[in-house]
């Protein structure tokens, strides 16, 4: 065929060179619409190749090559070829697509990184299969079943702008051969996946330790078998499945018998050269018995297997293979000496060292000085130890950088390098990393961290790749290197293939990169938490123990079979009886002949106490606990669940939450798989447990986990969990000792299987109250999208790998919907991983009258082309196409905790609800008599909902879920103080068990009781219903009184009516049926789930929270709130009315809760400095609570500079790029607080700062935050802005004016509001609806150049109050009627904004003109007090105050600025500030000096200053004086002076009494008008209050009336300067 380019082609493409040459028109504008197609259909093996001549950097993503069956001639092209469909496969990166969806991750080369110059080809071979060339070389085969006819797509995308048609043509000779070979290995592997198969060794084994160990078995058991050695690629198997795939390609099909045979054949007489077949059982005892065998000779023969150096020698003088360096015998590869090593030369020798010869006979060891070590060069920080086996990163809480560490030599290929992480401190953002790179550490310079390397690196960190320090996979894998704990393993392994692949714990996280080079040395970079690693070699005994586990498990399916003759801890005399076994936690023992397991020094350490039973459960075998002891010191306690790991091999972790394989747990009163929470709210809480209380777990034959807590069934915790799982106990926390329970009898039956599966529920959850018919049985459909997963009995449904799938999460309703029936999930768990892609969505909702057993579940319900309609976003779909725009709802607006319900009417109208709010009619004409069911498309951001128990007929009736935590047994009380009723009740209640429970003996009435005490703020009474009569009809009442239990009468008939609904003595809220009620009156209907539906075993709660609002929660579900403006002082109070008859109380107070989950106490190295000294706020205020420690995040603005452990940031160069982040997200109602350190005045503007609201970590930072335009809230100057658009003005102080030393703070409210805080006052709410989580932004702007994070301990906003701090040093006496004063005339200094206030600093200058003596002010300027717009506004300084006895207002100084006075020392300070009055004197500028010398206010203004200003001006830059007028007579002959004083600066700072006089600044040489007063302490009683005497008509101060305004004195003694007022206009 022609090698051209169809004429036919994108929008943006350009022909020429006779159609052989494309290029995008517009690249550095536009990326896509560069799509090309050959002139004509390919041939078979005909290779389309293009070049690469032109690419641009502006865009990401590059060329994309494939085939399509689509005709270009009619084709309308899409922008990309990833849009064709209709039959085509396109190669885009490293993956394949098949019509847009992806059908391979990793594939060949990755385009992306192709350069100019380079070729790429594409071709169909004879056998259907499209293969890629990329510069001659085939890639390998792509995808299969290609049909003929087919046109090369050529996509010039993102950086590639221009290609050339080099040829369409077969591939060359030497290609064709190749080609040619591979069809027949093919062929040859397909003829050979039948036979059976001989398992051979290598050269050159990682587990020739293994095969010895087989051998020596078999030599002692005097057998003459041979065991296999397996290759290279397989030293850690990946991911262990039921066969193991050699790099051969050859599978060992594990129910054939293997024949075994080595590879290197030892001419001795007691091993025999022909293969011996072996079943997988045998194979398995063969494995077993030798590990057995190999540490009983090691324990008899000296020690480890490092006893003796072992080698190899060739013969040709290449490498040998790993060994030992401990034992100090020779290495060289034939000599031997008294150390016990001995040498190999394809014989074995003469055991020269008691046994090492007989290892040493097949194990392949590495010459020692070819060990994989630590360079001797490396970070600046790190000290090398253990034979450079160890690094170690010196003053790790100082420092978080500066601890690369790297390899001594290249790794080969196929060699493992692991790390074990032995020490983290948790004091840093961030850890460990791992990865290679080309530079030689001889020749490098070491940077900080490994990511600032620009060149030849490829890095894992958290769960990414970095390639060169920028990320080039976001989600590599779901385990994250940030969150591994001390003892996990990290590896890592270069293939011959050139692909990089990464091991945690052993397990292979599959390719990180598909091609590095051939050259390349291991790094490690010990950052942030991460301190001390060990390099992990194979002859490492626990390591070994772990890996052969693995094999065993890999090559047998039933490695945890129990078989007797295999039994590591046989019981004689009951030899299937459950036991402990013997291996268990550092810190555990086992006794009373494994019965029993403790923590000896349960006191002194938390954890390290796992034990695991001795044999794997049976189905349906129950295994049960008591727990013995218990300790008060530790939060959390016992756990308990299954693994499939066996004891005898398993390397214990501190807790089995830590272990990331096998395992499921119940904690607390959750479940944990593999490490991970996949139900929230299970059960009774194993928190709450004391010593005598029981626990237990049983798999079922179906597959299913269930837990009993004292006896009684929790319900399905998990589903498929395989057989032979061992029963594992975690003695955590307060549990100090465990023992096994033999008599189980009393376990209630679970229930048999039936056909729903998976809906199947315990009888004691609290589901199973009504019949099958009832409501309640919607479930999730057991038949689901293949990346969903139904738990939790059917409610609750998951997508699973939920950072790397978005869709295929599909979850339909296990029966159709009845007319008028609501379905109703919630939201319980979202991620942040696809906000702000293609994938943003977070839910899709809606019905479809396909049955779930008919259905193909696609990838997402808007693929469905029938029966189907969709709620997507705002959008309503039928069969996927739009219907309807701008819907009453956007789904895409949801978050967590948010309820969705649907409902098709009798009409065939369909209904969404949004937390209980019909959203009105979305689409009509559903077939009324057709069968829908519910359907949820888990797509996006949407990882778990949960079936509520509002589900069912719209008439409330109760349809419960037991999503939330089950009930609690009486008998299990909760830890803590656990709520008790009053003794006063009603007279037909009798209490028992010690106020906890209530029985109502007679009639239906008179059965109202109370909580014992009052209620704190969100603190849950709950109650369970222990008894109904049906004989009766009305259920409980329940709500909250202020009316209070020891003020009623000793005899309750007189004091209490006969039901709650008639009880109005006092303020009544109450829930009766579904009808809110507040003294009898009806204030709301159909508020939720009716309690007349209630029966035995529902849970019922109430509480009053922080807004004033009741809650009530059913089965620990909210209702929402039912009622507002509820009193504070409220007692819980219900009415056991009608078919209730008894409750117990099972719930406690909120100091339990408070106290449980608090951590386990650590070693003072991990906690943080400051944490230990709490000091509590006086005045009965709450005591200061931990808050998350803050600390600006490494990623930030190119000219910032980080120091001070991350606290401070400076801005080094320029104005801009000055973006800040924190790196812990802000938690809600934590104040965030930073003061300004450094401003510089040759700049404009200043800082802004705000919240963004997903993760910083990759964050690409622009120069100024007004460019972030992604879930972000920003304060700039006085406005708040939301993505760059401006949504308020003149919110708080103008940010520019804020000067020098200024605490500006944030805080999201427990409403998800923004507030602003300045020196600790909040300038109310900035914005609204802030997500979780979201992190603190700074932008260090124009004049801002330095800020600091402030560490002090701040109380959560809700408690204490932050304006404590300016009030700290008030007494009783500074509080009038409820009003707190700010300290005008003390602030604290750490508060005083002023120090660089530019109009203080005026009016200061003004001051030292007027040549006062120093001695008459205070000599501590931080008492000055500036009241200018800008400084008051960030003190926020409310405008009036009381002061004195009796208290009277006054109005601070605004506009003016006060200097502090000294107090004589005669006078009694502390009483005039706290019982005087506070007053304004406005004078002249003359009568200044002459004030302050008497110490007091005189009338007359005796003054060489003139009280109007003059032209002339003095040499101080006063005006000229006029000749005074003042009165000569001596003072003794005068009338006492009659002195004006005034509560507000409005009236005394009048020019009338404060008289304007001008200067000029000496600084700037302007002229000012100034005026002078004086802020005074008058004495209660020694003035007389009086109206003005201007004659004004208007008000002058809001505040006070003209008839008050003027205060009149004449009382010598009665006035008290403490300040000088200053005025500059």
Request: aromatic share 6%.
């Amino acid at each position: 065929m022609a090698a051209e380019l169809h004429p036919c082609s994108g929008k943006l493409i350009g022909l020429s060179n006779s159609n052989r040459t494309a290029q995008r028109n517009q690249p550095v504008q536009e990326f896509n619409h560069g799509l090309v197609l050959s002139r004509e259909q390919l041939k078979d093996r005909d290779v389309f190749t293009v070049r690469i001549d032109k690419k641009v950097n502006s865009w990401s993503g590059s060329i994309e090559i494939g085939v399509t069956s689509l005709d270009p001639a009619g084709l309308d092209f899409p922008s990309s070829a990833t849009g064709l469909k209709g039959g085509s496969w396109i190669v885009s990166g490293c993956s394949v697509l098949r019509d847009g969806r992806s059908v391979l991750e990793e594939y060949g080369r990755d385009l992306d990184q192709l350069s100019e110059g380079d070729r790429v080809g594409i071709q169909r071979s004879t056998h259907g299969e499209l293969h890629l060339w990329v510069n001659g070389q085939d890639c390998g085969a792509a995808a299969s079943g290609l049909p003929t006819g087919l046109w090369a797509v050529v996509d010039l995308y993102g950086k590639c702008t221009q290609v050339t048609v080099v040829s369409c043509e077969p591939p060359s000779l030497a290609e064709r051969d190749t080609e040619r070979e591979t069809v027949e290995e093919r062929e040859q592997e397909d003829e050979d996946e039948e036979e059976e198969v001989v398992v051979c060794g290598v050269r050159e084994g990682e587990f020739g330790g293994l095969t010895s160990a087989v051998n020596l078995a078999a030599a002692t058991n005097g057998t003459l078998e041979e065991v296999p050695e397996l290759p290279p690629t397989h030293n850690r198997p990946d991911k262990f499945p039921n066969n193991l795939e050699p790099e051969t390609g050859k599978k060992i099909k594990t129910s054939t018998p293997i024949s075994v045979a080595p590879l290197t054949k030892c001419k001795s007489p007691s091993f025999s050269p022909s293969p011996i077949v072996l079943t997988e059982h045998q194979l398995f005892d063969v494995l077993n018995n030798a590990i057995v065998s190999l540490y009983r000779s090691e324990d008899n023969v000296g020690g480890d297997l490092g006893g003796g150096g072992i080698g190899r020698d060739s013969g040709t003088g290449s490498r040998g293979d790993r060994g030992s360096s401990s034992g100090g015998g020779s290495v060289n590869g034939n000599s031997s000496d008294s150390g016990g090593g001995t040498g190999y030369t394809g014989s074995v020798n003469s055991p020269a060292g008691g046994g090492g010869a007989r290892l040493g006979a097949v194990t392949g060891g590495m010459l020692t000085n070819d060990a994989l070590l630590f360079h001797e060069k490396c970070g600046t920080l790190i000290k090398l130890s253990n034979n450079n086996k160890t690094a170690e990163r010196r003053r790790p809480l100082d420092e978080f950088n500066n601890g690369v560490v790297m390899t001594n030599r290249p790794l080969r290929h196929n060699e493992m390098f692991e790390i074990r992480i032995d020490k983290l401190v948790d004091k840093w953002s961030g850890s460990i990393e791992i990865g290679v790179t080309t530079h030689n550490p001889n020749n490098l310079d070491y940077p900080a961290t490994m990511t600032n390397l620009r060149s030849g690196t490829i890095m894992m960190s958290g769960c990414g790749i970095l390639t060169n320090g920028k990320g080039t996979r976001r989600e590599y894998c779901e385990f994250s290197l940030d969150e591994l704990q001390e003892g996990d393993h990290i590896g890592l392994m270069h293939k011959a293939s050139g692909a990089l692949h990464f091991y945690i714990n052993g397990i292979d996280q599959g390719v990180a990169a598909a091609q590095t080079p051939a050259i390349v040395y291991a790094v490690v970079d010990l950052y942030g938490m991460a301190v001390k690693v060990t390099i992990v070699h194979n002859h490492n005994h626990s390591d070994r123990l772990r890996r052969n586990n693995a094999i065993m498990r890999a090559l047998s399916p039933d490695v945890g079979r129990p078989r007797p003759a295999r039994s590591l801890t046989p019981d004689p005399d009951t030899p299937d009886r459950l036991l402990f076994h013997s291996n268990c936690g550092q810190k555990a023992a086992i006794i009373s002949e494994g019965r029993t397991a403790l923590r000896p020094h349960a006191t002194d350490d938390f954890n390290h106490g796992v034990v695991l039973s001795g044999r794997p459960l049976h189905s349906n075998e129950v295994f049960q606990v008591r727990i013995d002891k218990m300790v008060d010191k530790w939060a959390g306690s016992i756990e308990i669940g299954v693994t499939t790991h066996n004891p005898a091999y398993l390397q214990l972790p501190s807790t089995m939450t830590n272990l990331r394989s096998g395992t499921w747990m119940m904690t607390g009163n959750g479940v944990m798989h593999n490490g991970t929470t996949i139900l929230d709210e299970y059960g009774h809480n194993l928190d709450r447990l004391k010593a005598g209380d029981t626990v237990g777990v049983v798999r079922k034959e179906d597959g299913s986990l269930h837990f009993f807590v004292n006896g009684v069934a929790q319900g399905p915790a998990a589903w498929n969990v395989p057989p032979s799982v061992y029963a594992v106990v975690d003695l955590y926390g307060q549990a100090a000792q465990a023992t096994i329970m033999d008599d189980v009898a009393d376990l209630p039956t679970l229930p048999e299987d039936s056909s729903d599966g998976p809906t199947v529920m315990s009888p004691s959850s609290p589901c199973s109250v009504a019949g099958g018919n009832s409501a309640n049985d919607l479930r999730f459909h057991q038949l689901h999208g293949t990346n969903a997963v139904i738990t939790n009995g059917g409610r609750t449904a998951l997508r699973q790998n939920c950072r790397s799938e978005f869709n295929d999460a599909i979850v339909i309703s296990n029966r159709c919907l009845r007319d008028g029936e609501l379905f109703e999930i919630v939201i319980q768990k979202m991620v942040d991983r696809w906000s702000g892609s293609i994938e943003a969505g977070k839910i899709m909702a809606g019905v479809t009258a396909i049955r779930p057993e008919e259905l193909e579940f696609p990838n997402t319900m808007t693929d469905i082309d029938y029966d189907t309609w969709m709620l997507s976003g705002t959008a309503i779909m039928q069969d996927g196409n739009t219907m309807r725009n701008n819907y009453g709802c956007d789904l895409d607006t949801l978050t967590t905790g948010s309820r969705i319900g649907m409902m098709r009417s009798a009409t065939g109208d369909l209904h969404y609800y949004i937390n209980g709010v019909d959203q009105g009619v979305a689409c009509t004409g559903l077939p009324p008599g057709k069968e829908v069911y519910a359907v949820i498309d888990l797509y996006g951001q949407c990882v778990q909902v949960s079936i509520t128990s509002s589900s069912g007929p719209q008439d409330n009736s109760l349809c419960t879920s037991n999503i939330t935590e089950s009930s609690f047994p009486i008998h299990s009380p909760v830890a803590g103080v656990a709520h008790r009723l009053h003794s006063k009740h009603g007279k037909n209640v009798v209490l028992l068990g010690e106020g906890c429970q209530a029985v109502r003996v007679g009639g239906y009435a008179h059965g109202i009781v109370f909580s014992a005490k009052e209620l704190k703020t969100d603190e849950l009474f709950e109650v369970k219903i222990d008894e109904v009569d049906d004989q009766w009809s009305g259920s409980l009442h329940m709500g909250l009184t202020t009316l209070a239990p020891p003020e009623l009468p000793s005899c309750p008939m007189s004091g209490l009516s006969p039901s709650l609904t008639q009880l109005r003595s006092k303020v009544t809220w109450l829930l009766a049926g579904s009808e809110v009620r507040r003294n009898g009156l009806l204030q709301r209907q159909n508020y939720g789930a009716s309690l007349d539906r209630l029966t035995v075993g529902n849970r019922v709660g109430v509480k009053r929270c922080s807004d004033d609002t009741m809650h009530v929660l059913i089965d620990g579900e909210d209702m929402g709130p039912a009622a507002t403006a509820v009193a504070k002082n409220v007692y819980a109070v219900l009415d056991l009315y009608g078919r209730v008859t008894a409750v117990s109380i099972v719930s406690s107070s909120v100091l339990e809760d408070a106290g449980s989950v608090k951590a386990p106490s650590l070693s003072s190295d991990s906690c943080s400095e400051g944490e230990e000294d709490r000091t509590p706020v006086e005045g009965g205020e709450p005591a200061l609570v931990p808050n998350t420690v803050m600390a600006f995040l490494e990623n930030h603005g190119k000219n910032i500079q980080l120091s001070h452990e991350n606290l401070t940031a400076a801005r080094v160069s320029s104005y801009n790029q000055g973006l800040l982040v924190t790196a812990q997200p802000l938690p809600r109602q934590q104040l965030f607080q930073f003061q300004i350190d450094r401003l510089n005045a040759s700049w404009t503007s200043s800082l802004s700062l705000g919240v963004i609201g997903h993760s910083p970590d990759r964050l690409n930072f622009p120069s100024t935050a007004c460019c972030l335009k992604r879930s972000v809230w920003l304060l700039q100057r006085d406005s708040v802005f939301h993505n760059s658009l401006k949504i308020c003005e003149n919110y708080g102080p103008n940010l520019d004016t804020c000067p020098e030393g200024t605490v500006l703070g944030l805080l999201v409210d427990g409403n998800s509001c923004l507030h602003l805080y300045v020196n600790g006052m909040d300038q109310g709410v900035a914005a609204q609806d802030i997500p979780t989580p979201c992190y603190p932004l700074i932008d260090l702007y124009g004049q801002c150049e330095q800020v600091t994070i402030v560490t002090n301990n701040v109380a959560t906003v809700g408690g204490e109050s932050v304006k404590a701090r300016f009030q700290g040093d008030m007494e009783k006496a500074d509080m009038v009627d409820g009003i707190k004063e700010s300290v005008c005339w003390m602030p604290h200094p750490e508060v005083n904004p002023n120090k660089t206030c530019e109009y203080q600093a005026l009016c200061s200058r003004f001051k030292d003109l007027l040549t006062l003596p120093d001695g008459y002010f205070n000599e501590d300027a931080k008492y000055n007090l500036c009241y200018c717009e800008s400084c008051h506004k960030l003190r926020g300084d409310e405008s009036y105050h009381k002061r004195g006895e009796p208290p009277r207002d006054y109005a601070l100084p605004f506009g003016w600025c006060r200097f502090a006075l000294r107090i004589k020392p005669h006078c009694d300070v502390s009483n005039s500030f706290k019982q005087w009055h506070i007053a304004y004197h406005g004078t002249s500028v003359g009568a200044l000096r002459r004030t302050l010398d008497h110490a007091q206010l005189l009338s007359g203004t005796s003054s060489i200053f003139s009280v109007s200003p003059v032209k002339t001006e003095g040499p101080n830059g006063y005006s000229e004086p006029e000749e005074n007028s003042s009165n000569s007579l001596p003072d003794r002959d005068r009338e006492v002076p009659r002195v004006q004083l005034s509560p507000t600066m409005r009236y005394s700072g009048l020019e009338m009494f404060a008289p304007k006089v001008q200067f000029r600044d000496p600084r700037s040489h302007c002229c000012h008008q100034a005026q002078v007063g004086f802020q005074v302490c008058v004495r209660p009683g020694s003035y007389k209050v009086g109206p003005q005497t201007l004659g004004a008509i208007e008000p002058l101060d809001p505040r006070f009336s003209n008839t008050e305004i003027e205060w009149i004195t004449k009382d010598q003694g009665g006035t008290l300067l403490y300040g000088l007022l200053i005025r500059v206009e």
